[in-house]
Nanobody, 113 residues
């Protein structure tokens, strides 16, 4: 299983970023996928989950209404659109294969003025 996240960066409060994750080594279209994040000195935090066919989405309360998880099974890709970013969204973001919990290299998101 390989999961490579990208798209992070430095953004001002209120700004937007779109994270991407390319998956390989397993049948992507058959798996529920999630985004997690880890802020400095904090535990890993679940952010959002998407069913294998993209029909069901689930969000943690802190990001509900601001973040949107999506996927393109033809490209083995998972996305996280993040709007109205806040300083507390600063973290390393990881895409995670829900069954088994495998995660790859994350991408740093920093929200600061």
């Amino acid at each position: 299983v390989q999961l490579q996240a990208s798209g992070g960066g430095l953004v001002q409060p209120g700004g937007s970023l779109r994270l991407s994750c390319v998956a390989s080594g397993f049948t992507f279209e058959g798996e529920n996928m999630s985004w997690f994040r880890q802020a400095p000195g904090e535990a890993l935090e679940w952010v959002a989950e998407l069913s294998s066919d993209g029909s069901e989405t689930f969000y943690a309360d802190p990001v509900k209404g601001r973040f949107t998880i999506s996927r393109d099974n033809a490209k083995d890709a998972l996305y996280l659109q993040m709007n109205s970013l806040r300083s507390e969204d600063t973290a390393v973001y990881y895409c995670v294969k829900r069954a088994g919990g495998q995660r790859g290299q994350g991408t740093q998101v920093t929200v600061s003025s």
